[in-house]
C-alpha cells in the first residue's frame, strides 16, 4: 500500500478515535508541505521544532528541502502518531507530548515549524504559544504556521512581526502559511 494512501488511513484512524486532537480533515498534502518547508532555512545551524507532525507531510519535506533528520525534533501529543512517525523517520527526535509545554527546554531553534490548530484553542494559549516560540528561535529564525483562517491565528506580538508567506490551494481544505518573526 503507498504510504499517501496509508498516511490518510492512519489520519482518518485517529481523527474517528479522537476527534478532538486531530485538528483537520485530512493529513496535509505536499503543496502545503513544500510550502511550509520552503520557509525554512537548511544552512542556518541548529535545530528544528516541529509541532504537531501528524503523519510526517511536513516532516518529509523539511528532509527534502535539506534538514538532516537528526536536526529535526517533532513534538507529537497523539501516541499513535509519535509511533508510527518515530518508525517512518528513525533519526529524527520525537517527543510524545505536549507542543504547548515547549518553553520547559532551553534549546534555541533555525526555525519552529507548526502544524497545530491553533484555532481550535483560546485566544490567550495561542498567544502564549507564539510568545514563547519566538523566544526559543535563534536571530532572524521563523516560526511557520499554516491556518485555515483568513487571517493569523495570533496578531504579531510586540516586538515581532507575521507575514502571509503562501496560500495553498492543492490541499484539503486550502490553507495559508504564516511566518512570524522577531524584528
Same mark, same amino acid.
Given at each position: 500500500?503507498?504510504?499517501?494512501?496509508?498516511?490518510?488511513?492512519? +489520519?482518518?484512524?485517529?481523527?474517528?478515535?479522537?476527534?478532538?486532537?486531530?485538528?483537520?480533515?485530512?493529513?496535509?498534502?505536499? &503543496?502545503? &508541505? $513544500?510550502?511550509?518547508?520552503?520557509? *525554512?532555512?537548511?544552512?542556518?545551524?541548529?535545530?528544528?521544532?516541529?509541532?504537531? #507532525? !501528524? %503523519?510526517?507531510?511536513? =516532516?518529509? *519535506?523539511? @528532509?527534502?528541502? !535539506?534538514?538532516?533528520?537528526?536536526?529535526? =525534533?517533532?513534538?507529537?501529543?497523539?501516541?499513535?502518531?509519535? %509511533?508510527?512517525?518515530?518508525?517512518?523517520?528513525? =533519526?529524527?527526535?520525537?517527543?510524545?507530548?505536549? *507542543?504547548?509545554?515547549?518553553?520547559?527546554?532551553?534549546?534555541? +531553534?533555525?526555525?519552529?515549524?507548526?502544524?497545530?490548530?491553533?484555532?481550535? +484553542?483560546?485566544?490567550? $494559549?495561542?498567544?502564549?504559544?507564539?510568545?514563547?516560540?519566538?523566544? /526559543?528561535?535563534?536571530?532572524?529564525?521563523?516560526? @511557520?504556521? +499554516?491556518?485555515?483562517?483568513?487571517? #493569523?491565528?495570533?496578531?504579531?506580538?510586540?516586538?515581532?512581526?507575521?507575514?502571509?508567506?503562501?496560500?495553498?490551494?492543492?490541499?484539503?481544505? #486550502?490553507?495559508?502559511?504564516?511566518?512570524? /518573526?522577531? $524584528?
Amino acid at each position: 500500500m503507498p504510504s499517501r494512501v496509508r498516511d490518510h488511513l492512519r +489520519f482518518l484512524g485517529r481523527l474517528i478515535a479522537d476527534p478532538s486532537n486531530v485538528g483537520a480533515i485530512a493529513p496535509s498534502g505536499a &503543496a502545503l &508541505a $513544500r510550502a511550509m518547508a520552503a520557509e *525554512a532555512e537548511p544552512s542556518l545551524c541548529g535545530a528544528v521544532l516541529e509541532l504537531g #507532525p !501528524g %503523519t510526517g507531510a511536513i =516532516t518529509a *519535506a523539511l @528532509i527534502l528541502r !535539506g534538514f538532516a533528520p537528526w536536526r529535526i =525534533t517533532a513534538i507529537e501529543y497523539d501516541a499513535h502518531f509519535a %509511533t508510527a512517525l518515530q518508525a517512518r523517520f528513525p =533519526t529524527i527526535n520525537v517527543v510524545q507530548g505536549d *507542543a504547548f509545554a515547549l518553553a520547559a527546554a532551553g534549546e534555541r +531553534f533555525a526555525a519552529i515549524v507548526s502544524s497545530l490548530p491553533l484555532l481550535n +484553542f483560546p485566544l490567550a $494559549r495561542r498567544k502564549a504559544l507564539i510568545d514563547s516560540a519566538l523566544s /526559543r528561535l535563534l536571530p532572524g529564525a521563523p516560526y @511557520i504556521q +499554516f491556518s485555515y483562517g483568513f487571517a #493569523p491565528p495570533v496578531a504579531a506580538p510586540e516586538g515581532a512581526c507575521v507575514k502571509l508567506a503562501a496560500r495553498v490551494w492543492r490541499n484539503l481544505p #486550502p490553507a495559508r502559511v504564516w511566518v512570524y /518573526r522577531r $524584528r
